[in-house]
């Protein structure tokens, strides 16, 4: 159940209202009364005696919105004629489409744009190779690319609903970093089969984002693409958050004025987010790393609940060797940082971590542990949500992390340019503006791409990654 009526249980509600004195505070008597979030009040048709209104209500969730529709029912004098989910309104027929950037009017546009103009260009391509991505799309478009195992928090769920998130991302991709996307949900999860579609079809893209791939499947996808294609494959779930992660780390060492590698960070979660963030903290430097899973701490030697993605991770997170529970880890730790499952994290843990407690509870949407529990008992929270103070949001990495691997024709990625995109992000924020509750800049921070993919660009460039 969620927490607040939210923008994503929104309702209109157009209902046939007597028209007479007093409806309307009967009507906004039983939203506020039923605990809606009344919104806009349109008018729609005014008839003798009679007034059509649409009227806009946020729910918490689908319990909560019948509630608020049983709640007009009581009213004498109004008559519910439609009830309209704006969620599923906005997907009708999809979020995103296809447009022509050349207008086509008369005969002579046709000849350039098509035959026998088009011929021209495809003879020079041939010559050129890399002439691709001047004259197609190839220069901003990426591919996203899942298989519908691990989606959102909602899990194997397979391609076809997939689909909405998918087409969300390339909406995203747009939105913030101009960069065309196409989304491609895979009816297979076998590995050498993903590897062996992507890599045939990956011509017209410039990039692949990896999304919603279940670990431990997704690191294996993720390493064969990266040896077979000669452009930048990312998963998404991995690196962007691990990128933001970072990035907000950072920021959080500047508050302290301590040296991130110093700290001592437990992770909560051995899945593609929790690895991920884990190995790129390792490679910035960061030592003293334990993650937790179902079954516990991580160490080398563990029976239960191993395979080999796990040992490896195991061989190289916890140097003290310390076993037993997540409530075992966390004592005297710096950070903690959940990408797991809700509620996993009690206040007594939180007391058992070091002075200067901090907290990205991750999990979406609903976190490790409430931050109306937490925020009393650390110095700096976050969180993956919108509603509450420095949200962690993949949003802030990859639109232009791509964008300057696209600028530059990348022919790969690299561990330095995560670490770019991280000092990018984190350096938006101004010394004098960062503070315990401002550590992450806001996703709708148009600067943010802008600095990401020109740090981006220019570390591919030095480490002669760029064509």
């Known amino acids: 159940m969620g927490y607040v009526p939210s923008p994503s249980y929104s309702l209109i509600v157009r209902v046939e209202i007597e028209n ?59 008559k519910i004629l439609r009830v309209m989910d704006r969620t599923f309104l906005v997907h009708e027929g999809g979020k995103i489409g296809i447009y022509n950037k050349v207008i086509v009017k008369v005969r002579e546009d046709l000849s350039r744009v098509y035959t026998p103009g088009v011929a021209r260009v495809c003879l020079d391509i041939n010559k050129n190779k890399e002439h691709v991505y001047r004259y197609t799309i190839k ?33 995203l991709f747009k939105e913030f970093g101009g960069v065309d996307a196409f989304p491609i949900a895979l009816r297979t999860t076998d590995v050498d089969e993903i590897v062996s579609i992507v890599k045939k079809i990956s011509t017209p893209f410039g990039g692949i984002n990896l999304e919603d791939i279940a670990a431990p499947r997704c690191f294996e996808v993720e390493q064969k693409l990266r040896q077979e294609l000669d452009i930048p494959v990312i998963h998404d779930d991995q690196h962007g958050t691990a990128i933001v992660t970072l990035a907000a780390l950072i920021n959080v060492g500047r508050v302290f004025k301590r040296d991130i590698k110093e700290f001592k960070i437990v992770i909560a979660g051995s899945g593609a987010a929790g690895t991920a963030i884990a190995y790129m903290l390792l490679d910035y430097g960061v030592n003293d790393i334990i993650i937790c899973d179902r079954a516990g701490i991580l160490y080398e030697g563990r029976a239960d609940d191993m395979d080999p993605h796990k040992e490896e991770l195991a061989r190289k997170t916890n140097p003290r060797k310390i076993k037993g529970k997540l409530s075992d880890a966390i004592e005297g730790a710096d950070v903690f940082i959940g990408v797991s499952a809700p509620n996993i994290l009690k206040p007594e843990d939180i007391k058992k971590m070091a002075k200067d407690r901090v907290v990205f509870a991750l999990a979406n949407p609903d976190p490790e542990v409430a931050p109306e529990i937490a925020m009393p008992l650390v110095r700096i929270m976050a969180t993956g949500r919108s509603d509450y103070p420095n949200q962690i949001n993949n949003v802030l990495a990859f639109p232009g992390l791509f964008k300057g691997l696209l600028e530059v024709r990348a022919k790969g990625v690299d561990k330095e340019i995560f670490f770019a995109a991280a000092n990018a992000i984190a350096n938006i924020i101004k010394d004098e503006e960062l503070n315990e509750d401002y550590i992450i800049p806001s996703i709708f921070n148009k600067k943010v791409a802008q600095a990401v993919s020109h740090a981006v660009s220019e570390k591919a460039k030095k480490l002669k990654l760029a064509r």
């Open 139 to 171: 220069g901003n478009t990426v591919a996203v690319i899942t298989d519908g195992t691990a989606v959102l928090g909602l899990g194997n769920i397979g391609p076809d609903a997939a689909m909405p998130v998918m087409e969300g991302k390339c909406m």
């Open 20 to 78: 007479r004195i007093g409806m309307f505070a009967k009507i906004a008597s039983a939203i506020s009364g039923a605990g809606g979030d009344l919104g806009s009040i349109d008018i729609v048709k005014v008839e003798k005696g009679k007034i059509i209104r649409d009227i806009t209500v946020n729910a918490r969730d689908a319990e909560h919105e019948k509630k608020i529709i049983k709640a007009l029912k009581n009213i004498e004098g109004i």
